[in-house]
């Protein structure tokens, strides 16, 4: 056999070798939301997986399923843990009856300590944050569970409703759609609340079992036909100003993957959280902008005592958690240490949004 033969048939058997090496290391993995497939949290969540197979040179694959398909949305957290899935994506405030700290990591009143989602996001992420939600998940709930935090909601509104709010004692006697300890804040006011899933919520309206709702805010609640249910909605409040939707891996998934895959899919979902953050603006204001000039919905201010009156009940609920569990009181002070230095800070650096805001785009009166 000539050298030529034997340096081709080399070439040949590691093109050879390394084609099946490539086909060993390519994994699909099953990954079922908590949210529907026509919400924009959803979408987003499907960019996360498809960047993760751009990204991955196809060798990891996310097949990305809506809520329902395999178990209902209250059930991803348990189907995760028993690898009925290998991965979920869902807040952590569907399953805040597990743990109460669960809260705080995205959907607590007032930030909490006046934080943006900026703010939040850099407490994660500078803060020490991090550390405490795996903590949360493998701790605190005994969950075989790596959480990776991703798209981010900002600010929630209020809500839809029925019939108009005019103040905080307003919503007393209201029935209304609020999930998590959010749910216990609203209650404070004498309104009567129920917990189910984004998906069940235009159902539930459509039925009567519901007269208002709360989800996210104007273009993710449109997106599943809140709008079709309710004429007055009130965009602003403060009862959950940053929130967190999060990928969750099963742990025995998570260690059989290569390190280099394992940073994508966190690497993935960082670029899903800006990307997401960024595009919430602009959907927002055209969500806003059709509500008004084709559905016949009226955009309303929250009233003052509104806001007011969710951080004093917030508060208060926060204080009493804090002095009988643990694990809340330490993530709690975590988040005040780390609020005490930026919040200030960033109010003294930056001019109040509404100063440039009213120069430009004075509202009518």
């Known amino acids: ?57 196809g060798r990891l694959k996310i097949e990305f399923m809506p809520a329902g398909t395999i178990v209902p949305a209250f059930e991803v957290l348990d189907a995760v843990n028993k690898n009925v899935i290998d991965g979920g994506h869902s ?12 809260t705080l990591f995205g959907d607590a009143a007032g930030g909490p300590f006046g934080m943006d989602i900026l703010d939040y996001v850099g407490w994660l992420y500078e803060g020490g944050g991090i550390e405490l939600y795996r903590d949360y998940y493998r701790v605190e709930l005994k969950t075989n569970i790596e959480v990776i935090p991703s798209v981010t909601s900002a600010n929630q509104a209020l809500g839809w ?145 509104i806001l007011r009156n969710i951080l004093a009940s917030w508060d208060e609920i926060a204080k009493k958690e804090s002095e009988s569990n643990a694990f809340f009181k330490k993530v709690y002070d975590s988040q005040r240490d780390y609020a005490s230095k930026v919040v200030p800070a960033k109010r003294l650096i930056q001019a109040p949004y509404n100063l440039g805001a009213d120069h430009y785009w004075p509202e009518a009166k």
């Open 1 to 57: 056999m000539s050298i030529g033969s034997l340096i081709c048939g080399g070439i040949a058997a590691l093109i050879v070798a390394i084609t099946t090496s490539a086909q060993a290391e390519t994994r699909t993995l099953r990954f079922q939301s908590a949210y529907p497939a026509s919400s924009t949290i959803y979408m987003s969540a499907e960019t996360w997986a498809k960047r993760v197979g751009e990204l991955s040179g």
């Open 91 to 102: 807040t952590v405030a569907y399953w805040i009856g597990k743990h109460r700290a669960g």
């Open 161 to 305: 409703f029925a019939r108009p709010v005019e103040s905080w004692a307003d919503l007393k006697g209201r029935k209304c759609r609020q999930t998590g300890v959010t749910a216990e804040v609203f209650a404070s006011s004498g309104m009567s609340t129920v917990n189910m899933p984004g998906g069940e919520i235009v159902p539930a309206g459509e039925r009567g079992v519901i007269e208002c709702a709360e989800f996210v805010g104007p273009a993710e609640d449109m997106g599943i036909g809140f709008q079709t249910i309710w004429k007055h909605f009130y965009p602003m409040s403060t009862h959950n100003p940053a929130t967190i939707v999060d990928f969750l891996v099963n742990g025995d998934v998570w260690n059989s993957l290569a390190p280099d895959l394992q940073a994508i899919m966190q690497a993935a979902a960082s670029e899903a959280t800006l990307r997401s953050h960024i595009r919430k603006g602009k959907l927002d204001a055209d969500a806003l902008d059709k509500m008004r000039n084709e559905d016949g919905v009226t955009v309303h201010r929250t009233p003052d005592d």
